[in-house]
Structure formats: structure tokens, C-alpha cells
């Protein structure tokens, strides 16, 4: 299938730079069948489509300050984005794949803050690592001295603001660069509501890298080699599945994470099982989902993948006629942004 099926022209104005307040007043496009061709709401209403003996998938990942200012032995500054644990390095401290800005080479000492890494590998993708010594804790050093790594497209800053708005409320496992942006709506009153309606939830953990922001540029799909990332689901959320289909209920999945963490451990040999591990898993149309019903999903970047994996839910074109509908309604767009909830025919 052609990648550029999935392009779309998209206002410039229409990409937030802010989120609105209260979390669930940001707008939501349904398409339900059970409920018409398309309704526009808000996300407050999110429970008025979900039924008794539902399942809610989250994730529970947090964000946490990856990007690092620091300078090099010249003097030079650098700037170093923290993507993930890559084991123990050669003096027993942790070890850390990054992205850098600025020029270094292998052997470099970086200074951050108070302490000092090693760049010990390169790669061709701008992969680097960096090897931090014996005792860092390199997650308290963020904490202390990083920045919200927000993503390219917002083009301001609000540290401390970004600092509580770009997480979800129930986000308690440090390991993403990115939100899974359709959990910051949620408020606890509206889970107080979803609960009291009779829907379940559970929770699954996938570390979100910037390889999310990476835009589909082979001219097919299939050619695409997509990025891998972190992903755990537990054997209480594989139990919630399987109990959430003998009632009859619907897994609805809150963000495309949700997705590719459950749709990853429903592709192991002998099926759905816990799962954790790396995936790479990859899923556009026609492909169709083995585990997910319903998705809660903001609105995702042309060409990209995220936009590719919401597709197996509606079909291509189905898919376009949606975003065409939130354009003409003026629906904002991206992390940031407004949602939309989708659930698959039949169900």
C-alpha cells in the first residue's frame, strides 16, 4: 500500500500548543456505530459510550525530564536526549542510548550537571551510548537538572507547567520521552464515573521513544522499518482480557500504545500471554487487531505510523473521512490536542 494514502493537508493553526483545562473538556469525535455516523462531544462524556462489563486498557509509563544541557571538554555545549536503560557500562554505572546534539566522538567526557559520562558508542542511526559513572542515579539526575522533552511541533515552553500537564494522572513507571497523549485527559472524577458504570480497567506499561515522532518515509508501507520500544503486559491485564470476552464486554484501549503493547503480547506462539520485552511490532491495514475493540486516540502526525495502526480499526478510507471531518470542525491536533474515540463495527 502506498504511504502517501496516508497523508493529509492540516491548518497550521490547528496543531495545539497548549492543552485546555479542565483535562476532559477537550473535544471528542465518536465513531460508534451504535451511536450514529459521528457525534461531537467532549471527553466528559467519554463514559456515556462505554457499557457495563467493559475493559479500559492504560498505560501507565511516565514521562520523565530526559533532555540534558551539558558541555564538553572544550567547552562546547551539547545537549543530550536520554532515550533508554541500555544495561551497565564498563565502570559498573548505568549505561543509557541517547541522541546528542553537538559533535562527539567515543572516549568524550560529557559534564551534566555535577557528573560527568562517557560517550562509548555510535552508530548510524544518531544512536550514541553513554556510559555514567558508578552511583549516578540517572533518574534523580533528571529530576534535578532535566527538561520535559516535549515534542518539535510545540513551539514554547512551560517547564513547570509541562512538568504536571504533560503526564497522565495515574502515570507512575519513569521510562517515556513522549506522553501517551490520550490518557492526559483523563481526570479522576471521570474514572470515579467509568468505574461506577460498571467498566473495568487495567494497566500495561510501554516506554515511549522518539522513534514515535518518525514519519513512514519509504513509498510503501510495508517497507517501513519501524522502531522498537519497551512494553509490559502483566498477567492480571491478560486475566482482565480474557475475563472482559467471556462477559461480552469490549477492550477499549486508551492511546495507540495501548495497542501495540497488547496486540504484541496476543502475537506470541499460543496467543495472548504476559509479555515483556522489546517489539517491533508493526500494524497498518489491512491487517486487523486480534485483542482491541475500541480506541481512545488523539489525532496523529501524516504519514506516521500511529495514523497507520488507528487504520486497522477503520479502514483507509474510512480513516481520511474522519480527520477530514475534525479538520472541517476544527479539531485540535496532536499531543496536545483533542481526541477521537473509535470502536470497531459490531461491536
Known sequence: METSRFAYD????LIAQHPVEPRDAARLLVAAPDHGE????????LDRFLRPGDLMVLNR????P???FGSKPSGGEVEVLLVHRDGVGADGGERWRCFVRGRVRVGMAITLGETTAVVTGCDDTGDRLLDFPAGCDVMDLCERIGHVPLPPYIRRGDEAGDRARYQSVFADRP????A????LHLTPALLER?????VETALVDLAIGPGTFKPVSAERIEDHVIHAEHCTCPAETVAAIVACRRRGGRVIAVGTTVVRTLESAAAQAGGLAPYAGWTRIYLHPPQTLRVVDGLLTNFHLPRSSLLMLVGCLTGVDRLLALYAEAIAQRYRFYSYGDAMLIVAPGK
Open 66 to 68: 530526559a533532555r540534558l
Open 175 to 178: 521510562g517515556s520521552v513522549a
Open 180 to 183: 501517551p497523549t490520550a490518557s
Open 38 to 45: 459521528v457525534i461531537h462531544t467532549t471527553v466528559a462524556e
Open 194 to 198: 467509568i468505574a461506577a458504570l460498571g
Open 10 to 13: 492540516l491548518p497550521p493553526e
Open 61 to 64: 509509563t511516565r514521562v520523565f
